[in-house]
């Protein structure tokens, strides 16, 4: 049955629309279902599982941080299981282990149980669904893959705006134990159907060609065309792979940055915690409009300048909250930091195919997604540290965003496609 519902789908896209931008639908709901395992919704549970469970907001910050570490480097493992059974198989058992994730999650009973569950859940909603999600895509997707990324990303940007208020609500009418499980079942609803019964791993296995160039061909629904792409070992011998891990680790960390400590350095500038929180909508609703354009702008302009770009903008939003003094000049900064995400969420998806290929793409992104989440944990400390010794930490901070600055500059002089990859000339 799920065969013949996945043929009909198949037909009656035919001669209507590339099959590739119901992928990218589909992958941003999968985007969003890993709301459960993204720092914005674990933050408005912080303060009733202290209660619960009598551990301090530094004993959860810790566990948080290790467990972030540890689902880093199970990435390319994962990513390794992801070229061998492909998206479609690995998300659905990622799906179904992160509802099960979840339920773990909120029947925590001590520090220990809470410390795993907050790695499995980071490992399988952080890490895992938003790889392979990306994945998927980009292996629908080259000319106009910045763009479909950019709409993949929305899901996220949906997640960051419902999940907040959907726990804060939950933990109201059910506390936050039974929030946990609510957030498990959601999951399941959204994400495993649409996996189960629409998606198919590369356009070459329904009988188009990637971006939609050829019609389908539905009698060769089982055809399995090679494409192209470096391994993961060819990868390794090229300077562009080091530098665009260098990239995700600076990127994913700094924006991590501004997201843990956004309240706390805006209070510090004058603001209460609650003007100073009303700000992530603002940030929210600029990463909505913008990321479309930026998709539009990878795909058509050279790929190491809009990266730098990206960089660059972070470095403002990293060096602007510091010179905050008015509520104007919040908006300002919460924009550029709408940008900041925007971007991010685009280069997540679009490096790894942009450079090396699609055909090891899940063992080169796994590695690569290490880096980033692994400048997740890292990043924060010394913004940390600055607060607890200093009561202030411009200084640091503005230090980072000239580091940025410089990580920019590197990238223009010297990032390159590595031999053996195919780019239009215009990216290059």
């Not at 959907?166 to 498990?184: C, P, T």
């Not at 990127?251 to 100073?276: C, Y």
């Not at 280069?347 to 997740?376: D, N």
Request: hydrophobic share 55%; net charge positive; with cysteine.
């Amino acid at each position: 049955m799920i065969n013949a519902i996945r043929s009909r789908a198949v037909s009656a896209s035919a001669n209507r629309f590339y099959y590739g931008w119901l992928i990218v639908t589909i992958s941003a709901v999968t985007m969003f279902s890993s709301g459960p395992g993204q720092s914005y919704t674990f933050s408005v549970f912080l303060d009733p599982i202290s209660a619960d469970l009598k551990v301090s907001h530094t004993e959860i910050a810790t566990a948080y941080a290790v467990a972030t570490l540890v689902a880093a480097f199970l990435l390319p493992r994962m990513g390794k299981q992801l070229d061998r059974y492909g998206p479609r198989h690995t998300l659905i058992v990622v799906g179904c282990l992160l509802g099960i994730a979840c339920m773990f999650f909120g029947a925590a009973a001590n520090f220990l149980w809470l410390a795993v569950g907050f790695a499995v859940l980071r490992f399988m909603g952080q890490g895992a669904t938003m790889m392979c999600s990306a994945n998927l895509v980009s292996q629908w997707f080259s000319r106009k893959r910045g763009f479909a990324m950019s709409l993949m990303g929305l899901g996220f940007a949906a997640s960051m705006a419902i999940h907040p208020p959907l726990g804060s609500y939950l933990i109201e009418h059910w506390g936050w134990r039974r929030a946990w499980v609510g957030l498990g079942v959601l999951t399941w609803l959204i994400m495993l159907l649409p996996l189960i019964f629409l998606v198919f791993d590369k356009p070459e296995s329904i009988g188009l060609k990637i971006d939609g160039d050829t019609a389908v061909d539905t009698d060769n629904i089982d055809q399995h065309t090679p494409v192209n792409g470096l391994t993961l070992a060819q990868a390794k011998t090229s300077r562009a792979f080091y530098l665009l891990c260098g990239v995700w680790f600076t990127i994913g960390g700094l924006v991590t940055v501004l997201h843990f400590f956004q309240v706390s350095i805006l209070t510090e500038r004058g603001f209460n915690a609650h003007d100073a929180a009303q700000l992530f909508p603002v940030s929210a609703i600029t990463m909505i409009v913008a990321m479309p354009l930026i998709g539009r702008l990878f795909d058509a302009v050279r790929t190491r300048y809009v990266i730098a770009a990206a960089l660059i903008i972070n470095a403002l939003a990293l060096f602007g909250i510091t010179l905050v003094s008015s509520y104007p000049a919040a908006i300002a900064y919460a924009i550029t930091f709408g940008m900041t995400n925007a971007f991010m969420m685009t280069i997540f998806g679009y490096l790894w195919p942009r450079y090396f290929g699609r055909a090891h793409l899940g063992s080169i992104q796994g590695v690569g997604q290490m880096f980033g989440v692994v400048g997740a944990s890292i990043a924060p400390l010394p913004v940390g540290y600055a607060i607890d010794a200093f009561n202030s930490a411009t200084g640091v901070i503005r230090m980072l965003s000239i580091f940025e600055v410089l990580v920019a500059i590197i990238v223009v002089l010297f990032l390159r496609t590595p031999a053996g990859v195919e780019v239009a000339d215009k990216l290059e």
